[in-house]
């Protein structure tokens, strides 16, 4: 240690000594090295200190091992989140929901005769004519396709229709200050199906957000909505029961819905594809449904008559050519229904097992080329009226399948068509393109 002491500590201390001399050599130093660096750590903000977990009570009399306590703290814990206030959305200064109150339903404001035919045929006291050529409203107001309208049958003036712009429109077809009377955004996609309830004073109407939608159409306000895990395509209101409904999806499941509780009573599965079309026999004991099946056997499933109680099909080869059905419609009186096809026609069957068709009668002069075409029948069922992919409306004689005549409607595909409930010589039609158009 002496030695290294005097041969490290000498020198320094002689260099301190004798630096202040003349003529002696310096020695040269040596810098000292830097300062190492020490590599920054990443910034942590200030966190507050987490709350203590607090253990639920351990239950007398039983041993409770450390993972039984880790999974009820952890119950605990999520119940408090749950249950604490969720904070207020922040919305936009110039955010704002629109009413979907645009106009009147009452019929207060229709013309005098309009309103004086509405109540004699509720008396049933006009006499009935043929549909004329002659376009009485137009009505725009939709962005895009419209996929389906109904009338209303306890108010004659209201018009209800779903499109793919996301919206139901009620329209009050023959007022004289605004037409467009209610606006329903309910719905965060396209809306494919809408029907009127018995009374008349709810919309029902189902799309592509997975759900169907009941709203007070006096009030403007949604009352009930029905969430699935499918599109639903298609929705029907029970003859019998206005609190049951039906509805088909994109994974051909049918349910039956009691809007008085807000469930589903009974399912009907078989395996089927998406559904296009569902329609109530005139009894309410059967229903039809026709689906796409593109992707299975072709002679099978296409159009089912299934039993409502049992939730068994009566029959499931009812359709078999290589062609999927839009469209089935019973008819109001006789005991049959129709099938718009694929093939560019409206087959006939009867609706009596074993359901067979009638080869020898087809409605064939429209086209359909891949749209969702659909057709229905008039009041007396003397007439099957159909859209087409021409923009034209076909009129058959239910009776000869003879075309009667046809009323170019719109420029691009027409794809519902729907007789007035009270007045039969007033059509309502609607197209590819948003427009609607009343002809009579």
Known sequence: MDLLWNAYGAPSDQEEDTGQGEGQHRPLQRPLPAPKRFRSEAYVPPQSPAPPLVFPPEPSGRYVSKRERAILAAAVAASSTASAPLPPPHLHPSTSVASPVVGSISDSDLPSDILTFLKCQRKGLAGRHGVS??????????????????????HGHLLASAGMDQTVNVWNVWSRNQQKARVFRCHNAAVKDVRWSSDGLSVLSCGYDCSSRLVDVEKGMETQIFKEDQTVEVIRFHPDNSSLFLSGGSKGVLRLWDIRVGTVVKEYLKGLGPILDVEFSLDGKNFLCSSDTSNSRISENSIIVWDVLRQVPLSNQVYTEAYTCTCVRYHPSDCCFVAQSNGNYIAIFSAR???????????????????????????????????????????YSYKSSELLRKIKAFDQACIDVAFHPLIPDIVASCSWTGEISVFG
């Not at 050529?133 to 306890?154: I, Y």
């Open 353 to 395: 097992p074993p359901f067979k068709m009638d080869k020898s009668k087809r409605y064939e002069m429209h086209g359909v080329c891949g749209f969702p075409i659909k057709c229905n029948f008039s009041l007396d069922g003397k007439q099957i009226a159909s859209g087409s992919s021409d923009g034209c409306v076909y009129f």
């Open 133 to 154: 050529t002659k376009l009485a409203v137009s009505l725009d107001g939709h962005r895009s396709a419209v996929n389906s309208l109904q009338w209303s049958k306890s």
